[in-house]
């Protein structure tokens, strides 16, 4: 059994920047987990946010622009996301997960290839 809890949510003026963790624990975990992010915004479905292969040479984005970089440290068993130039429309929960993978160079875009959830942070951008 995999946990994660996710931090460094709050709130933030649009613009501004903020970097999320997700911080694993748990028998066996280790860098054969792919990780990713996602998010929930008030009345609409859990979203793709991020993703990063077990050895954190893998990335995948849903938002091309930059703004967002995942990242991992499998040495504090540890991912980040950092989110920069923040617009009112990523307000949401974000999530971290984990899934098992037998290659650490693959990472996965859909929520039901995750295996683990965390309970989410609050990220609140204000205009």
């Known amino acids: 059994q995999v946990q994660l809890v996710e931090s460094g949510g709050g709130l933030v003026q649009a613009g501004g920047s903020l970097r999320l963790s997700c911080a694993a624990s748990?028998?066996?975990?280790?860098?054969?987990?792919?990780m990713g992010w996602f998010r929930q915004a008030p009345g609409k479905e859990r979203k793709f946010v991020a993703a990063?292969?077990?050895?954190?040479?893998?990335t995948g984005y849903l938002d091309s622009s930059g703004r967002f970089t995942i990242s991992r440290d499998n040495a504090k068993n540890t991912i980040y996301l950092r989110m920069n130039s923040l617009k009112p429309e990523d307000t949401a929960v974000y999530y971290c997960?984990?899934?098992?993978?037998?290659?650490?160079?693959?990472?996965?875009?859909?929520?039901?290839?995750?295996?683990?959830w965390g309970q989410g942070t609050q990220v609140t951008v204000s205009s």
């Open positions: 997960a984990a899934k098992i993978s037998y290659s650490t160079e693959t990472y996965y875009y859909g929520e039901q290839a995750y295996d683990y």
């Open positions: 748990g028998r066996g975990f280790s860098s054969s987990y792919a």
């Open positions: 990063i292969s077990g050895s954190g040479l893998g």
